[in-house]
């Protein structure tokens, strides 16, 4: 199981597919004290894996003291950060501190693409040098990439490129419309263009030794079972299943694009909104509309709820509707 928390809405960056719009540090943030007793919450609810995200949860002045406080409580805690605030006494930090692993965002080989994506003119440079650090102090790390119509041509490559710098894995992040991302949402791909994209990568992945994942993108698994790819996930979407989000402010929900607040920590244990909201019980039941519904895929991939949700009104059991496969058999 796996939640993540946006520690703060504070950055240094203003990427233009941002979905918590960060930038300024927001009003109310949880305080260190409430963090910790949130982390307790996490712990108690079953999880294993704790995302420390932003934002930037670098900028965040004790977020060591909470690596530290989640790695007490026998959670995994792991990073989501664009790596340019990884000096390398930070990388030997996060790890004594207790951190497993760190997602460092490259959108593109292109230093100027992947700098003007992300509105920070050395961002590129900036998060090649947080890997080469995490390397040297000997913490694992990761690359995130968030495909785009203008990057997917690279994908091949910047996985040949994490792979010659060290990563453990590779992670591709596929658009979905929510906070500034509305505005881009025409570079998304769509169905065909999924379609290959996805298959390309579970192509690489037959080639490759690190992990290669492909996120809000849940149809990878129907396409690996079709390729007969051996992968080690078993559910595409496991919004509200076996993950959730939480604001800086502490509200709860059901994944970083299902824009939708369950609870607010400050009111109710986290891990009662766990057990007991009423939004998570429904995608528990997998009930989903449309092609989705009659998938005999439904059970791995599900579809992405977020995207549905965005393109069907609010409805988040509805048809995903950038899966090629559930629209050949309406055919």
């Known amino acids: 199981m796996i939640v993540s928390w946006n520690t703060t809405n504070a950055c240094n960056m203003y990427c233009a597919h941002c979905y918590r719009d960060a930038g300024c540090k927001a009003e109310e943030e949880l305080s260190t004290s409430e963090a910790k007793t949130l982390l307790e919450q996490i712990a108690r ?6 995302i420390f995200s932003g934002g930037e949860p670098l900028m965040r002045p004790d977020i060591l003291e909470l690596v530290a406080h989640a790695a007490s409580l026998h959670l995994i805690p792991v990073f989501g950060t664009n790596g340019t605030l990884i000096t390398p006494q930070m990388a030997r930090d996060l790890k004594a501190a207790g951190a497993k692993g760190m997602g460092i965002s490259l959108d593109s080989l292109d230093k100027e693409k992947h700098n003007k994506f992300r509105a920070f003119p050395k961002a590129w440079e900036g998060a090649v040098e947080g890997m080469k650090n995490c390397r040297e ?12 119509d203008w990057n997917s041509h690279e994908l091949e490559a910047m996985t040949d490129f994490a792979v010659e710098i060290g990563a ?4 591709f992040f596929f658009l979905v419309p929510t906070g500034r991302a509305k505005t881009i949402e025409e570079e998304s791909l769509r169905a065909e263009a999924y379609e290959d994209v996805l298959t390309r990568i579970m192509k690489k992945q037959q080639e ?19 390729m007969g790819v051996k992968t080690r996930f078993r559910r595409g979407c496991l919004a509200g299943l076996s993950y ?3 604001s800086p402010r502490g509200k709860v929900q059901p994944c970083a694009y299902l824009n939708m607040e369950l609870g607010d920590v400050r009111e109710t244990p986290f891990d009662e909104i766990w057990k007991q909201n009423e939004v998570l019980a429904k995608l528990r039941t997998l009930e989903y509309g449309g092609g989705c519904g009659t998938c005999e895929y439904h059970r791995i991939c599900g579809g ?8 069907h009104e609010g409805d988040y059991m509805a048809e995903e509707p950038w899966c090629l496969y559930h629209g050949r058999r309406g055919e």
Do not use: D, N, S, W
Not at 168 to 171: G, L, N, V
């Open 168 to 171: 453990k894995a590779h992670h």
């Open 137 to 148: 102090a000997g913490l694992p790390f990761q690359i995130h990439t968030t495909v785009m």
């Open 304 to 311: 992405c709820r977020a995207r549905a949700a965005y393109y």
């Open 244 to 246: 959730c989000i939480i």
């Open 45 to 50: 609810a079953g999880f294993k894996i704790m």
């Open 208 to 226: 490759v030794e690190i992990e290669l994942k492909p996120t809000c993108a849940p149809q990878f698994l129907r396409i690996a079972a079709q």
